[in-house]
C-alpha cells in the first residue's frame, strides 16, 4: 500500500502563478484533508472532504481551491500564489480516527 | 472554536529519563479522539499515541502512555527510557469522527546522552 502520495515533494513559485498540488490515497478512505504548516505553529486545515463530490473550508482557506471528483483524488489549487502561501503543505487521509499523512509539499513563493 | 494548547515549546530530557508533555484541549465535538504526532526533521508526521475520548483507559505504545483527564480536557504524553531517536518536534491534536484534526504549536523535545 502506497498510502497517501503528494506530489511534487518541492516547488517553488513566482508570485501571481497558478499551481496545484496532488493528493491520493489507495486506502479506500471517506475523508481527506489538506493543511498547511508554518514555522513555529502546528498543522491548520485548509480544505476538506467527507466523500467525493462534497468539500468545505477549513481554518484558512482563502486562496486555495479543491474539488473531489474521485474518492482517491484531492488535488489542491493555488489560483494566484502569494508570498503568504509559502509553507509546507500536508494532505491527509481518514476513516474515523484513522488518518494518514502524506510527506507533504514545501512550497516557496517568490 | 475548537483549540489545542500545549504550553511548553521546548523540553529536554536525559537519555534513560522520563519526559511529559501537556497538552489541553476544547472543542464541541460529542465523541472525539486525541493524538500526539512526532515529526522529526524529515518532516513525516508519524502518529506516536492516540485516545478515544469514550474510552476511560489511558493509551499506552510501549514507551509512551498518556494521561488523559476528561473533565479537565488535559491529554498529556509521558515518554519513559528516553532514547535520542525521540528528539523531534510533537503535536498534540484532537479530531472528531470526519477526521479533521485541530493541532497545538508543538513542543520541541531535545534529547540529551
Known amino acids: 500500500n502506497a498510502g497517501v502520495t503528494q506530489t511534487p515533494k518541492f516547488q517553488v513559485l513566482k508570485t501571481g502563478q497558478s499551481m496545484t498540488l496532488q493528493c491520493a490515497q489507495d486506502m479506500n478512505h471517506e475523508y481527506m484533508s489538506w493543511y498547511r504548516q508554518d514555522p513555529g505553529m502546528g498543522l491548520r486545515l485548509i480544505h476538506y472532504?467527507?466523500?467525493?463530490?462534497?468539500?468545505d473550508q477549513g481554518e484558512v482557506p482563502n486562496g486555495y481551491n479543491v474539488s473531489r471528483s474521485t474518492t482517491e483524488d484531492f488535488p489542491l489549487r493555488l489560483l494566484s500564489a502569494a508570498p503568504s502561501q509559502t509553507s509546507v503543505y500536508f494532505c491527509?487521509?481518514?476513516?474515523?480516527?484513522?488518518?494518514?499523512f502524506g510527506s507533504g509539499t514545501r512550497l516557496t513563493v517568490v | 472554536a475548537q483549540t489545542v494548547t500545549q504550553s511548553q515549546p521546548e523540553m529536554s530530557v536525559q537519555e534513560a529519563e522520563t519526559v511529559t508533555l501537556s497538552c489541553t484541549y476544547d472543542t464541541s465535538e460529542s465523541d472525539y479522539y486525541l493524538f500526539w504526532y512526532k515529526q522529526p526533521p524529515s518532516r513525516q508526521m508519524i502518529l506516536v499515541i492516540r485516545q478515544e475520548a469514550y474510552k476511560q483507559q489511558n493509551a499506552t505504545e510501549n514507551r509512551f502512555s498518556v494521561n488523559f483527564q476528561k473533565a479537565a480536557k488535559s491529554f498529556s504524553l509521558k515518554i519513559s527510557d528516553s532514547q535520542l531517536g525521540d528528539a523531534a518536534m510533537y503535536f498534540c491534536?484532537?479530531?472528531?469522527?470526519?477526521?479533521?484534526?485541530?493541532f497545538g504549536k508543538g513542543t520541541k523535545l531535545s534529547v540529551k546522552p
Open positions: 491534536a484532537s479530531g472528531g469522527s470526519q477526521g479533521n484534526l485541530i
Open positions: 472532504s467527507v466523500g467525493a463530490g462534497i468539500t
Open positions: 491527509a487521509s481518514s476513516q474515523g480516527p484513522r488518518v494518514t
